[in-house]
């Protein structure tokens, strides 16, 4: 678990009830802080915010390329020390793209309100279970100049940093292990802190890999305050080839997908209403795409790279009938959008909905006058009733994107006859 803490005032304008879901999804929040209900919105939708956050790249950018080129540099003369351990530095892969690009940047704000890794690199490592090899690494990386950044973690129970027996804040290293077999007694050669490393299982599509930041030694500022550098190790070239197939036609479809207005969780919608049949039909189209593109596409790559003989090399492909079910689902969702919002709309203008929100938003908590006159509650109904119609509009484009994108993927991995 990451936690990176966005300054408050960002979100002074805005009334977010915070409440674990899935990766990709946030809470829905208004350009006023009026409402507060269950449905799907981006991270950041004020334009000004995105504007300037559109900026702030801009101007960083030089420095991103510098920072990137003396990390890869870093990087590079490190795994040539561990070659001997299974270690490989992809030269031609990893000069494409050594800083993320702005346009992947701003989306990540938009769906997850930060973005750190905008420096990274890549690294070939087959036996991701052998520890001692990474503290090898890690050994490599130091000489270069170059730690394990540190995290503080938020308790969700107390809302504040985790604390040691001590009462000091604890610091855990910014890596995360996506594998089997590895667990915290199998990094104990690592030290303590290491041990505290997140560790979770491969995803569904069988994706599994390390992911870590490093930050500058030499850099003397606070570890907060310093320039992260991400490195994932995979498998080798044929899973990266297969990490980046799965991105353009699996999770780029999903997540414009999970970009319309609506909260994805099923159990947050009336049984048979238009949204929850919606979040179904999403979360089944995720689910086909991962069983038939992603999950032989990752399976038949970590063959190839670890060269496993007699492996049978399964079919990346989709037939007709699921190619068709999966488009149904998605007529599905179109069809339901304006129902969604017509329930919507009926829930949320009620009086009682109107006042309980206006009573729950943070400029209702500061005020004095706790008095809700008439005309606050028409004010109040008019602002929502103007972005769920915005909200509409634009879910009805989206879902126009999201068709195209479905029909490019299954396209290219419909069994042709």
């Known amino acids: 678990m990451r936690i990176t803490p966005i300054s408050q005032n960002l979100y002074t304008s805005f009334n977010i009830q915070n409440k674990k879901t899935q990766s990709l999804k946030s809470q829905p929040q208004l350009s006023c802080d009026t409402v507060s209900f269950r449905a799907r919105a981006p991270k950041f939708e004020n334009s000004f915010f995105m504007d300037a956050l559109s900026r702030g790249y801009d101007s960083i950018e030089p420095e991103l390329i ?52 905008m420096i990274r690199g890549t690294v ?12 090898k690494f890690l050994e490599a990386m130091k000489e270069e100049g ?3 950044a540190r995290l503080r973690k938020i308790d969700p129970e ?10 000091q804040i604890l610091r855990y290293p910014d890596l995360e292990i996506r594998q089997n077999g590895v ?7 690592l030290g303590e802190f290491i041990q505290r490393a997140e560790i979770s299982r491969p995803r569904a599509s069988t994706y599994a890999d390390w992911q870590m930041r490093f930050v500058s030694s030499n850099n003397k500022a606070k570890m907060e305050d310093r320039r992260e550098c991400e490195v994932i190790f995979l498998y080798g070239k044929n899973y990266k080839d297969a990490k980046e197939l799965e991105h353009k036609y699996v999770y780029e479809p999903v997540r414009e997908l999970k970009k319309i207005h609506v909260d994805m969780d099923i159990e947050h919608h009336p049984k048979g209403s238009a949204g929850a049949t919606i ?35 399964l079919p990346v492909e989709i037939s007709k009938a699921y190619s068709q079910l999966i488009t149904n689902y998605a007529n599905t969702i ?52 103007g ?12 879902i126009k994107k999201v068709m195209e994108n479905l029909k490019i993927t299954l396209n290219k991995f419909v069994v042709k006859e």
């Open 66 to 117: 510098i920072t990137a080129k003396k990390f890869h540099a870093s990087l590079q003369r490190a795994i040539d020390k561990v070659k001997a351990y299974g270690f490989e530095y992809d030269v031609e892969y990893n000069s494409k793209c050594p800083i993320k690009h702005k346009n992947s940047v701003m989306d990540k704000y938009e769906r997850q309100g930060s973005a750190q890794d």
């Open 124 to 135: 070939y490592w087959q036996d991701q279970q052998d520890v001692l090899s990474f503290k």
């Open 146 to 148: 170059w730690i394990l």
């Open 158 to 167: 107390t809302g504040k940093f985790i604390k040691g027996k001590n009462g």
């Open 183 to 189: 667990t915290e007694e199998s990094l104990a050669p």
């Open 279 to 313: 979040a179904s039909s999403c979360k089944e189209i995720q689910k086909r795409l991962v069983q038939f593109i992603s999950q032989p596409l990752f399976v038949n790559a970590f063959n190839a790279d670890l060269k496993i003989k007699d492996a049978v090399k």
């Open 334 to 385: 179109k069809r339901l959008i304006p129902t969604y919002y017509r329930e919507l709309n009926t829930e949320l203008l009620k009086d009682e909905r109107i006042i309980e929100s206006i009573k729950s938003s943070p400029s209702f908590q500061i005020r004095q006058d706790k008095i809700i006159d008439e005309k606050e509650i028409r004010d109040t109904k008019k602002a929502i009733k």
């Open 387 to 398: 972005r769920i119609s915005d909200w509409k509009e634009e879910d009805a484009e989206r």
